[in-house]
Nanobody
């Protein structure tokens, strides 16, 4: 089993920055995918950014490309999401997730939300 704990959320003004962290109890698998998802009130959960084993081949939602960066620290088993130039529409609960996956599956649908390990979420609020 893998336990995930998110942190780093908060309230900022438009144009500000935040860095979210996701601490994993252990390295999930030898081949895995980890990612960030978000859900705003009244909306369905959507994929934000996903990364493949070893921090390679990141994939981003079109709405955050150029503003968000996903990365990981292998030694600390920690996933990060650097969020710059935040907009009010980025306001949501952000969740960290992990699953065993292979590149072929990742390449076909990287932002799919069929993950089996989920954190409890961290709130991000961006004001105008």
């Amino acid at each position: 089993q893998v336990q995930l704990v998110e942190s780093g959320g908060g309230s900022v003004q438009a144009g500000g920055s935040l860095r979210l962290s996701c601490a994993a109890s252990r390295s999930p698998y030898s081949s895995y995918c980890m990612g960030w998802f978000r859900q705003a009130p009244g909306k369905e959960r959507e994929g934000v950014a996903v990364i493949y084993t070893g921090g390679s081949r990141p994939s981003y939602a079109d709405s955050v490309k150029g503003r968000f960066t996903i990365s990981q620290d292998n030694a600390k088993n920690t996933l990060y999401l650097q969020m710059n130039s935040l907009k009010p529409e980025d306001t949501a609960m952000y969740y960290c997730a992990a699953k065993r996956c292979y590149y072929s599956d990742y390449a076909r649908e990287p932002l799919s939300d069929d993950y089996n390990y989920w954190g409890q979420g961290t709130q991000v609020t961006v004001s105008s």
